[in-house]
C-alpha cells in the first residue's frame, strides 16, 4: 500500500514526542501516512514555511495559530488546530549568579521564587522565551502580574530560539528563562543556568504545543486530517504508558530530532529535573503530559484565553478575539476524527479554565472521563461567557 505523504515542520523539542512517536513507531503507517518530519531553527521559521504552504501541518506554540488568525505577527494567516500535542513541558530557570542571590526561594513555589528572583535580579528583568506569542511568555506575564510587576515595563521579554537558551545566559544577554525541556536542563547540564520552577506550577494544565494547519487545507484534506489525528492519538496514548519511556528517550534523543542525552530527555517524562550544578532535584507528577485527562482536546476557552490577552496587549476589539479564537480552535473535527475509536470526549468544547484543584469526573461521550487539576497558582478562572 503507498502511503499518503503528509510534510510536518517541528522544533527539537521534548513535546515534539507525538509526532516522532507516531512516525518512528508506526502509527501514522497504519492510518495510511508517510509522516516526513522537518526539524525548523526557529519558531518564526516554522510558522513561515507553514503559512506559505511549504508543510502541510506544523508542531507550534499553542498561542501562534491564534495570533496569526488575528493577524498578529508575520503573514496573518488563518490557522486551524484540530488537536493539542501537548500540555506543561515548560521550566523557568535563572543565571546561576541570580541563583545565587534569590534568598527564600522555596523549591517549586511560585510565590516565593517570583518574590526572591524579582529582589535578587536587575530591573528590568531581561527574560528568554522562544517566541513573543508563547505560552511561556504568557504564562510569565500571568505570574509576575499576580506577583505585582507591571509586565510590560518592569520585564525586557527577548526572544531566543530554545536552543540557544544556554548561550544567551552564558554571554549574559539574559537573566532568566522560560523554556520547554530539553534546554532547561542543557542550561543546568552546562554550568549555566539553575531551574526554579515548572511552567505547571504557574498553570496546572497549560496547552503548550498543538497540530496546526492553515484552515483551508484543514477543511479541504478533511479524511487525511483526520488520519492524522488518529495516528497522533495512539502516540499520545504510548507516551503516556511509563514502559515506554526509556524507548522514547531513546527515539527523541537521536541527530535527526533532538541531538542531546537520552538521559536528559527521560529525566522530563519522568517528571524529575536536575535543578542546579549541586544535584538538588525538582519533581513535578504532571511536568508533561500528552494523553491523561483529555490532553490532545482543543478547547475553545484556551484559545479565547489566549486570544482575549493578545487582544488587550494590542489594542484589538476583544469580541472580534473571542470570535476568531472560537474558529481557530476545532473541537468538531476532533471529535470527528476520534470518535470511531470509541474513545471517551468531552461533552462541552468550553470549560471555566482554572476551576479544577482535583481530579474530577465530567460529562463525556460516553461517562467515563476525568479531568486533572488546572489551576492557576494565584486562584484565578477564566470564564469566557
Known sequence: MSLDPFDCGFMPLTDAAPLIIAREIGFAAEEGIDLRLHAAPSWSTLRDRLALGALDAAHMLAPVPVAMSMGLGGLPVPLAVPSLLSVNGTVIGVSRSVAERMEGARSGDPWSAGRALIAAAPAPLRIGVPFPFSMHAELLYHWFGALGVETLSGL?????????????????????????EPWGSIAVEQGVGTIVLPGAAIWAFAPEKVLALRAEACESQRERVERLLRALWRAGRWLGDPANRMVTAELLSGPGYLGVSAEIVERALHGTLIADAGGRTLHHPRLIEFSDGAATFPWRSQAIWMARRLAVRNGLDPDDADRIARACFRPDIHRAALSPLGIDLPGASEKIEGALSERTAVASSQGTLFLGPDCFFDGQMFDCD
Open 156 to 180: 525586557t521579554v527577548r526572544t531566543v530560539p530554545p536552543p540557544l537558551m544556554a548561550d544567551a545566559l552564558r554571554h549574559s544577554e539574559i537573566d532568566a528563562f522560560c523554556v520547554g
